[in-house]
Structures are given as C-alpha cells and as structure tokens.
C-alpha cells in the first residue's frame, strides 16, 4: 500500500510539473496552423482594413496565416458569440472595435460580457473625432461656434452617423460639457451624416477624421476640434477639445485584438509583443495613418484598464442622453 501511495504521488507530481511546462510550450509552439480574426463590420472598411493590416503583419512576423473573416450583425454579438463558442486555444480572436465592445452592452442587450468572456491583447490603432461644421457657419474657432449655439436655443439640429454610434455620443459627451442644447439627426452611417453637413442641411458633426480630411483640405467644411488628448499630425494647426476650453474632454475609437478568456497567458503576450513592435515600424504607422489612425498597442493589462473605462463612460453618456437601451 505504501509503495501504491508513492507511484500516486509520483503520478501526481508529474501531472502539476506537465502543467507548469503547457503554457511556456503553448507560446513556444504557438502558432501551428493558420489563425482566424473575426471582424465584426463589412470588409472593405476602415476597421476592416486595420485588421487586414495586422493580419498581415503577424503572418509576416509569425510564420503563420492570419485570416480575417467578416461576421456582421447584432451591433458585434455575432463576431463575440464566433470567438467565445472556437476552442480558447489562440486560433480564433476577435478584431476588437470600440463601439461593439464598450458602447453597445449600454444600449443593447448583448450575450456577451466584455470583461469576463475575453482577454485584451493589444489596442492596435486609435481614431480621433473631428468636430465640423459646413463652411458657411460663422464660426472658425471651438469658442465661436459655443456662442453661436446658445445665440439661438433649442432651434439646431446636428448630424450623427447613427443612433448610439460614436459620433453621436462623442457629441452628447461635448454638448453636455458646453451647457448646449441641440438635436441629434441620425443617418445610416458617417458619410452620409457629413454629406448634408457639407451640402448644409445641417451645421455640424463630429466626424471620422478619415473621412473628414479630404473635405477639410478642399474648404468645404471647418474644422474646430479633435477629440483626442493632443492635436493629430493630419491637423496640426486643429486645437484639442480639451485645449480648446473643455479640459478632460477626450474621446477616441479603438481597433485590437482581443481573445477568449481562457487563452493561455504566453500567447497573449507573444500577439501583443509583436504589435508593439509593428506600432515602431515606420510603414506600419504611414499604412494606419492613411486610414486616420495613430499607432497604440498597448500592452493587454493597460487594454483591459482601457476596456473598464470605456464601459463605465459611455454608460453615463448614454444615461445622460437619455437613450433607451434597445
């Protein structure tokens, strides 16, 4: 019996030894076959092409396919419900996107949970906001166009690429911290939105800053403000919101990868070394700024921080704008 005991214990040691050794092993082997990426929006996007664009960079640097595949619908869920149901083993991630990840949970009921059902890696790109108004307003600065709204109360309209989206909560955020009252029109999507501002259906929106800097640069809009925490190389002579009176003011869009909860810690963190050392990489950062973004890649515990700020913002936006969840 006594012997029986010690080959148990033996046994026993081996197996927690085995255990310790699997996840160093897991890193070391991973990846063995291609990856897949789930992206939440349509191919041929801005977020589509940023994941497109890490896809290929992490196939170059890894030795490994990455593919992205497109999974739309239900504000994300379909993409999230892709990636919490795949084996948590580093094959299958989620191409995280703000709006799907921090700001829907506020509006919608998702099946998801951002905190407990996946694991950050690495916030690859962030997007700034631009705020604009159409080129016959008479204002020119942040200032002008305050006093130009409380000159006429509860009479402006704005445009917002759709209800609940960034551009209309990043507008909420603004007014409220303005003391300014207007009325929120919605498209179905930025482009349109900014279409009627340019055409002048409407004054002012905050808008992409991809889509906004052609328009910008022609002269048939103005730009007043971005939404980031410093001026954006595209518009350097464009003040902050919070610079331009508004101190704390900040709101960006992200675009990362994100995994299952369970996926091993050492393949986490050998995806977010090599993101880190894309976002060094001089024709990585051109390639995302032609799309209007600014390198990031943060590591996966600044991303999960990141993850828990955003959810608690965007919630008292949308409790202030008063939006029902839906």
Request: glycine fraction near 6%; hydrophobic fraction near 45%; charged fraction near 15%.
């Amino acid at each position: 019996m006594r012997k029986f005991g010690m080959i148990c214990r033996f046994g026993l040691l081996l197996m927690l030894a085995s255990a310790a050794l699997a996840g160093p092993a897991a890193a070391e082997d991973w990846p063995s076959k291609p990856v897949r990426i789930i992206v939440p929006y349509a191919a041929g996007g801005n977020s589509d092409s940023m994941a497109r664009l890490a896809a290929q960079r992490l196939s170059e640097a890894l030795g490994q396919q990455f593919i992205v595949e497109n999974r739309i619908g239900a504000n994300g869920s379909i993409a999230a419900d892709t990636v919490t149901r795949a084996e948590p083993d580093g094959y299958t991630l989620l191409w995280g996107v703000q709006p799907a990840v921090t700001v829907a949970p506020a509006l919608t009921k998702v099946n998801f949970d951002p905190i407990k059902d996946f694991t950050p890696i690495s916030v690859v790109g962030t997007n700034p906001f631009v705020l604009v108004v159409n080129k016959d307003i008479p204002a020119k600065t942040l200032s002008e166009f305050v006093a130009w709204v409380k000159s006429q109360p509860k009479t402006l309209s704005y445009a917002e690429g759709s209800y609940g989206s960034i551009t209309h909560l990043s507008m909420v955020l603004f007014l409220n911290r303005a003391g300014l009252q207007m009325t929120n029109v919605s498209y179905r999507g930025n482009a349109p939105a900014l279409t009627d501002v340019i055409a002048g259906h409407l004054p002012a929106m905050f808008s992409n800053l991809s889509d906004a800097l052609p328009h910008a640069q022609s002269g048939a809009i103005r730009t007043l403000a971005v939404s980031s925490a410093a001026r954006v190389p595209q518009l350097p002579d464009v003040p902050t919101v919070a610079e331009a009176g508004y101190p704390g003011y900040k709101v960006l869009t992200w675009n990362g990868l994100l995994a299952s909860a369970a996926t091993p810690k050492p393949v986490v963190h050998k995806i977010a070394a090599e993101m880190a050392k894309a976002c060094k990489d001089p024709k990585f950062i051109e390639r995302l700024s032609t799309l209007g973004a600014d390198p990031s890649c943060i590591t996966p515990a600044e991303f999960a921080e990141l993850v828990a700020a955003d959810l608690k913002q965007w919630s008292e936006v949308v409790t202030t704008a008063g939006l029902k969840q839906q």
